[in-house]
T-cell receptor, first 118, second 112 residues
Framework: GAGVSQTPSNKVTEKGKYVELRCDPISGHTALYWYRQSLGQGPEFLIYFQGTGAADDSGLPNDRFFAVRPEGSVSTLKIQRTERGDSAVYLC????????????????FGPGTRLTVL | DQQVKQNSPSLSVQEGRISILNCDYTNSMFDYFLWYKKYPAEGPTFLISISSIKDKNEDGRFTVFLNKSAKHLSLHIVPSQPGDSAVYFCAASGNNFNKFYFGSGTKLNVKP
């Protein structure tokens, strides 16, 4: 079956612009995670959704970052007034289960969106 | 502060030999540990996991060892194959599984 997909694969924008990054999780996966990976670092947690609700958004660096998952499937990460420091690969992952549920916690990652802010 | 650390940025091993990748963590509340493998331009792929109630988990050529008292885990790959060449990340989570902390990765090169 299809894995996690992310669009676009690459996004180049100018400082101060608004961007949206999209994640299509594996069908039936209730848990969805966004991570940010900078060069030479591991993925850094941003936000976790269980269904439609953001169960943990403690990793969002500031209020310029926002994410939604209105129907419990596709999620969009939104970044306002982009800064050069936002340049990174943004990874999305989904899993069959999440906290308080039974099932596998194995996260399946998408290929990421490489964001470059000039 | 980095709660999960991989202190070796790279490791080179001969094909057929054992690869040992190490990971240390600082948070004693971590309950669940995972290893991921990542090829360039792809997302990380899950390899193997271990919960804190165990000290060893094995899956084929891959074995993960957990030493809770030392807050240390390691991934053993035996025998190593050239296709194992990739970046390996360890990750940890508390028992609520809502947030996973990743190390900075170790780049493994298996030489034919």
């Amino acid at each position: 079956g299809a894995g996690v997909s992310q669009t676009p694969s690459n996004k180049v924008t100018e400082k101060g612009k608004y961007v949206e990054l999209r994640c299509d999780p594996i069908s039936g996966h209730t848990a969805l995670y966004w991570y940010r990976q900078s060069l030479g670092q591991g993925p850094e947690f941003l936000i976790y959704f269980q269904g439609t609700g953001a169960a943990d958004d403690s990793g969002l660096p500031n209020d310029r970052f926002f994410a939604v998952r209105p129907e419990g499937s596709v999620s969009t990460l939104k970044i306002q007034r982009t800064e050069r420091g936002d340049s990174a690969v943004y990874l999305c992952a989904s899993s069959l289960a999440g906290p308080g549920t039974s099932g596998s916690y194995e996260q399946f990652f998408g290929p990421g969106t490489r964001l470059t802010v000039l | 502060d980095q709660q999960v650390k991989q202190n070796s940025p790279s490791l080179s091993v001969q094909e057929g030999r054992i690869s040992i990748l190490n990971c240390d963590y600082t948070n004693s509340m971590f309950d669940y540990f995972l290893w991921y493998k990542k090829y360039p331009a792809e997302g990380p792929t899950f390899l193997i996991s271990i919960s804190s109630i165990k000290d060893k988990n094995e899956d084929g050529r891959f074995t993960v060892f957990l030493n809770k008292s030392a807050k240390h885990l390691s991934l053993h790959i035996v025998p190593s194959q050239p296709g194992d060449s990739a970046v390996y990340f360890c990750a940890a989570s508390g028992n609520n599984f809502n947030k996973f902390y990743f190390g900075s990765g170790t780049k493994l090169n298996v030489k034919p």
